[in-house]
């Protein structure tokens, strides 16, 4: 499970997180996939929320590859900032019993 409040990857996982663990039966509706937009924020693990344009400045995403990013978005927010970010909703937790997993298919983007 990854379960990390550190972004843009670390020296055990370059690049990112590419697959994460979530609680099935709190995503909140059907999942998206879709672009960023000016204002989206993330709920961070470990509390708090921030701009998704202020973490792709943050992890160095050229302004070319924000616009084409994908970000997993259920009807409560955004989920998952593709191999950068985790979002602290739908986390499973020891009342889970539905789990989902997500998962980035193809080689990381390079930047």
């Not at 990390?4 to 995503?27: E, F, M």
């Not at 590859?65 to 909703?89: F, K, T």
């Amino acid at each position: 499970m990854l379960f990390r409040s550190n972004t843009c990857g670390n020296k055990n996982q370059p690049g990112g997180i590419h697959k994460i663990l979530v609680d099935h039966d709190a995503l909140g509706g059907k999942l998206q996939v879709r672009y960023w937009k000016p204002g989206d924020r993330i709920a961070l693990l470990g509390g708090g929320r921030t701009k998704v344009g202020d973490l792709f400045t943050n992890c160095k995403i050229p302004q070319a590859l924000r616009r084409v990013w994908p970000l997993v978005v259920s009807d409560r927010g955004i989920l998952w900032v593709a191999g950068l970010a985790r979002s602290a909703l739908a986390l499973p937790g020891p009342s889970t019993v539905h789990f989902g997993t997500l998962e980035l298919a193809g080689p990381p983007p390079t930047w």
